[in-house]
């Protein structure tokens, strides 16, 4: 490991759901804004291999990097705060710990020995921690444990977070845990006592936290701040406070504000190369704030009871509605809800209609009924992966008269099967990894919508998708107007449709929500809102 990085470890206790990722995107951009080069990784202590195989429903997004990672929707989060990509090497789980070390014990790499939860995996866990600081690229990793601690999943992590104090030497370790003190209204009182104990919990394992970062509903009184730092045995100006906050996106300022960065920079002895640099930050908060219009786009599909289910594309609207000042309020809508006799009523007062991807039957005849809606009354349509499927499905239904066209995912036996399987895919009997993922390049045509949204002729977006446009109905296609309009340069696959005579109706194969930060909008939402203030100013 290089000597000179420096690693910061973030737990979590008292309950889950309490924003590691985003405080430890937070402080991630604040080192950022420093100058210092930063990475973040987040440790899944569940068996999956990543997350690619879990329902969305329980586990929000499954995010996708660069190289084709699926991976743990907290790593969206520290790309869209520190706009630099991530990778497979971002988000590890106890599952490919697991089978990392099953896959060199079969190779005969322990011969001899029996292989054993300490020393191997926990070997294996900090071979992963120190990976992304060894090539002298990053000057700071902060790792993210998910969990809380006490749970006998993350046991083996915190081990390693234990052991690597000791690998790493004092000025190049930290521990930051965070935890939450309850309010109990009867008392009129904030509570300490649970942090006390999850503090204890990593005191048994090893484990002295050096920073408690407080989630909190109340400021916390000084009697509190010095009471937390007694019994949990930290310096009280490490103590730091973490109200609630309107925004996520306020979260970076706030722990400004509590000095979290200088907290860190004096455990670690960092001396700061520059003077925070948030002036960009802070630009993209004003406009966040200070909306000078209005738009309400329909975000439609069968996951909206759980909003973490598409966290990208909800934010890829917050940075592209305030890169234009546009307050985007955004309804999701079930689309098994949707049929012919409801959809006016259910859409009617929508700028925007976004159909969202997605796996499976259900809800997809609300998705085919959507479609129809937005491009019979020229509303604006952005349809994302299975909803462009559903949009070039719904044109060879209505359009072309192939009343039974569909994709081989939702009827096998279809005679028009205008959304198909590549033939390397139709031999595939793995789920995990095994669809189109991944950054792949696109060419556009010149003088279409996408064209102009990304102002170039080539892009590179990201996929996560089985199923693919059937270049056999393109001739049939272009010429009733719905035209291919970005290609794969390689294997010609169709990535856009985009329909010539509707003022902005652009479907995309790809994910570009995966790709939009707070300083770089996505170019397509940017412009489909724009699209959207355009109809409502008609
Ligand atoms: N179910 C579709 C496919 O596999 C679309 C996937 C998606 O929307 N991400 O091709």
């Known amino acids: 490991m290089a000597s000179s990085t420096k690693y910061i470890f973030i737990t979590g206790g008292v309950t889950s759901s309490l924003g590691k990722g985003i405080i430890a995107a937070s402080l991630g951009k604040l080192l950022q804004a420093r100058g210092f080069r930063v990475t973040i990784q987040k440790f899944d202590p569940y068996l999956n291999i990543d997350p690619g195989t879990l329902n969305p ?114 000025n190049n370790f930290l521990v930051i845990h965070l935890t939450l003190i309850p309010y109990l209204k009867a008392a009129k009182e904030l509570k300490t006592k649970p942090t006390q104990h999850s503090v204890k919990q990593l005191l048994e394992a090893g484990i002295q936290p050096d920073i408690l970062v407080c989630r909190t509903e109340y400021h916390l009184p000084s009697d509190v701040k010095k009471k937390l730092a007694l019994f949990c045995n930290v310096q009280l100006n490490n103590v730091i406070e973490a109200m609630d906050a309107d925004s996520i996106y306020d979260v970076p300022l706030l722990m400004k504000k509590e000095k979290l960065d200088e907290r860190v920079m004096t455990k670690l002895k960092l001396s700061s190369k520059e003077n925070t640099d948030l002036e960009n930050w802070k630009d993209f908060l004003g406009k966040l704030k200070n909306p000078t219009q209005e738009v309400t786009i329909g975000l439609v599909g069968k996951y909206v009871s759980l909003p973490d289910a598409y966290k990208s594309i909800i934010e890829s609207f917050t940075h592209a509605g305030a890169s234009i000042e546009c307050d985007v309020n955004l309804r999701l809508i079930s689309s098994e809800e949707l049929n012919s006799d409801n959809i006016i009523q259910k859409l009617t007062d929508l700028d925007g209609i976004v159909v969202a991807p997605g796996f499976g039957e259900r809800g997809f005849e609300g998705k085919i009924e959507t479609v129809k809606y937005a491009r019979e009354n020229n509303i604006p349509f952005l349809g994302i992966c299975l909803g462009m499927q559903v949009a070039v499905i719904e044109y060879a239904r209505n359009v072309l008269n192939l009343k039974d066209a569909n994709s081989t995912e939702m009827d096998p036996k279809t005679s028009n099967p205008v959304i198909g399987l590549m033939e390397e895919q139709k031999n595939i009997d793995q789920m ?85 930060t707070v300083l770089t909008p996505q170019p397509l939402f940017v412009r489909f809102i724009q699209a959207a203030v355009d109809k409502k100013i008609k």
């Open 57 to 170: 429903y329980e586990h929000g997004e499954c995010y996708v990097t660069d190289d084709g990672a699926e991976t743990d929707l907290d790593l969206g989060h520290y790309e869209r705060f520190l706009n630099i990509p991530t990778s497979q090497d971002n988000n590890i789980t106890t599952g490919r710990i697991y089978n990392n070390v099953i896959t060199k014990e079969r190779k005969g790499e322990f011969l001899g020995k029996t292989v054993q939860v300490i020393p191997h995996i926990t070997d294996e866990i900090k071979a992963n921690f120190y990976k992304l600081g060894e090539d002298g690229k990053v000057d700071v990793v902060i790792t993210e444990i998910g969990g809380c601690v006490g749970d006998i999943e993350s046991l083996p992590f915190i081990e390693a977070v234990r052991q690597a104090k000791w690998d790493l030497g004092p």
């Open 432 to 516: 995990g990894g095994t669809m189109r993922l991944g950054s792949y390049a696109c060419d556009l045509k010149k003088g279409s919508k996408a064209y102009q949204a990304y102002g170039k002729s080539k892009i590179q977006e990201r996929h996560r998708h089985r199923y693919e446009f059937n270049n056999e109905y393109l001739k049939e296609m272009e010429s009733n107007g719905m035209i291919a309009t970005g290609t794969n340069p390689e294997t010609g696959l169709v990535e856009i449709v985009e329909i010539k005579s509707h003022p902005w109706f652009v479907g995309v194969q790809f994910h570009p929500e995966y790709k939009s």
